[in-house]
């Protein structure tokens, strides 16, 4: 995958600037990717994962930077998109000195880059990495951090599948609707009480006993059914896949009964040409990456120093841009995350122009 040349049926990256990053008494081996700093810093978590090879990791370090960008785009952020990657087992490998080792490395950017939790890295981590480097996010309570993500995701989930609801059938509610909700984990446990509230009916499923143990005590109005199959073939309006990536392929699509897909799972879309299929079958797309932005919403703001209320105003603006979204994709004739791609490169183009326009202290 070349950042400068087309390679293995890829096209060019466009990245701005990839960096590799080595300790070796520590065992450090850290990529990290900057997309773009057009609208601000590059903002993006740190992942932790034993790649099974450094084209692997590459790969994943240019992939999520580069979804980064999009996503801190439309989420109305000052920030761009980047990411990093550490090559290894963190079970294995992580140490105090690997962590602080990367904290250099992220500081020797000088703020072109911010880091944040990912798969593989926690606030623990992150309050670690903060002892070498300022530009840090995603940091525990007692450090001024935000504490867990997953309550304004899920918020921003809601307010998406609200615009979807209103897009679709003329009312920014869920009141009424038979709402599927895959995966009952942090967020899912937040947006079955948003749904509730607003009058929707709830069907879910998860693999793990003690998450429907949790629908069973909380929430006994929540029907819970045997697995993903069973919830998709269900009389469902609307479908929130909230476990892994990769929900929507060409067999879910086809057997899909929701008019509205709306959840916070990460890359839902498991090919390109799948937002054409659920085009075709008249099924609704809020793109993932718009209305899972809550999170990443709520760690950028402890760069500003973290006000809970102020990152939620933020995310409920969510509804105003899923419904700007199905909006141009109407208008445009395109599918949704087509449209959200397009209004994600507008911002980044016609906003991070604006730097042109030179001020003083800029020389
Ligand atoms: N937490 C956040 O702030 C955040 C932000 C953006 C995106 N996301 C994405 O949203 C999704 C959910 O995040 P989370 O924080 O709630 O994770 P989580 O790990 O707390 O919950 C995931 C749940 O899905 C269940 N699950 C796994 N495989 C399943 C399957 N095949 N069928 C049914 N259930 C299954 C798990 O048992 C678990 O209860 C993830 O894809 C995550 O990447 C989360």
Redesign the pocket.
């Known amino acids: 995958m070349g950042v400068f040349t087309a390679s293995d049926g890829y096209e060019p990256t466009g990245h701005e600037q990839v960096v590799f990053c080595q300790d070796k008494q520590s065992g450090l081996r850290a990529i990290i990717a900057i997309y773009s700093t057009a609208l601000g810093p590059a903002l993006g978590g740190t992942r932790f994962y034993p790649y099974a090879s450094e084209e692997d990791a590459v790969r994943d370090a240019l992939d999520l930077s580069r979804g980064m960008a999009y996503k801190n785009a439309l989420a109305g952020l000052d920030l761009g998109g980047g990411k990093a990657v550490i090559w290894g087992d963190p079970d294995r490998d992580k140490s105090e000195p690997l962590l602080r080792a990367y904290g250099r490395f992220v500081e020797s950017l000088g703020g072109r880059y911010y880091t944040a939790c990912d798969v593989g890295t926690y606030v623990q981590d992150m309050d670690v990495i903060a002892r070498e480097t300022r530009f840090v996010t995603g940091r525990s309570e007692a450090h001024g951090g935000a504490g867990d993500?997953?309550v304004l995701?899920a918020y921003g989930v809601f307010q998406g599948m609200r615009a979807a609801a209103e897009h679709r059938w003329g009312t920014p509610t869920l009141a009424g609707r038979r709402v599927g909700i895959?995966?009952?984990?942090?967020?899912?446990k937040h947006l079955t009480r948003h749904l509730l509230d607003d009058g929707a009916q709830v069907v879910a499923?998860?693999?793990?006993e003690r998450?429907l143990e949790w629908a069973r005590t909380t929430y006994s109005q929540v029907d819970l059914v045997d697995d993903?199959t069973k919830l998709i073939t269900s009389d469902i309006d609307v479908y929130a896949p909230?476990?892994?990536?990769g929900a929507l392929n060409d067999d879910t699509v086809a057997l899909l009964r929701a008019k509205i897909v709306a959840g916070?799972?990460?890359n839902q879309l498991a090919h390109p040409g799948i937002e054409k299929l659920l085009d075709e079958r008249g099924i609704l797309y809020a793109p993932d990456y718009v209305v899972?932005s809550g999170?990443v919403i709520q760690v950028a703001d402890e760069i500003e120093g973290f006000n809970f209320d102020r990152a939620k105003s933020r995310a409920s603006k969510i509804y105003d841009t899923t419904r700007q979204i199905l909006e141009l994709a109407r208008d445009e004739g395109v599918p949704p995350a087509v449209a959200a791609d397009r209004l994600a490169e507008r911002r980044m183009a016609d906003v991070g122009r604006l730097r042109t326009i030179r001020l003083p202290r800029e020389r």
């Open positions: 993500s997953s995701t895959a995966g009952l984990g942090k967020v899912g499923t998860d693999v793990s998450a993903v909230c476990a892994l990536g916070a799972a990460n899972n999170g």
